[in-house]
């Protein structure tokens, strides 16, 4: 994994989500290149928001449907995961400004480290 992050075929955040996996799983990853990697980094993050979701106590339940909110932050997680693994920018968060003024319109700002 540090040669990866050395040779830049994967980012620091990348590496750090890929860590919680074992050394063989791993190697097995980076070795079928950046789509399986990114496939994956989407998979480690989703499973996190879920799991986050599920200590707030944002369960899911038979019959029950996803917020807004909670569609929302979900895809957002997945398009950060893809703007990082795309550019050499990293995210330190978003900014969000709501307009209902006009209707229910958003602007979302990135903010890079």
């Known amino acids: 994994m540090i040669q990866a992050v050395e ?3 994967v980012s620091v955040n990348t590496a750090a989500d890929l860590a919680q996996l074992r050394a063989g799983e791993q190697r097995g990853v980076l070795s079928k290149g950046p ?3 990114r496939a994956k980094v989407r998979e480690i993050r989703r ?3 879920l799991r986050a979701a599920e200590k707030k106590g944002v369960e899911s339940a038979p019959g029950r449907y996803a917020t807004a909110e909670e569609i ?3 895809r957002l997680v997945e398009l950060i995961a893809q703007y990082e693994m795309g550019s050499a920018e990293r995210v330190a968060g978003i900014e969000i400004d709501r307009d209902f003024e006009d209707g229910p319109v958003a602007s979302i700002r990135i903010v890079h480290t």
Do not use: C, D, I, T
């Open 47 to 49: 499973e996190r928001h």
């Open 7 to 9: 040779e830049g075929a």
């Open 72 to 74: 929302l932050s979900g």
């Open 35 to 37: 789509k399986q990697v």
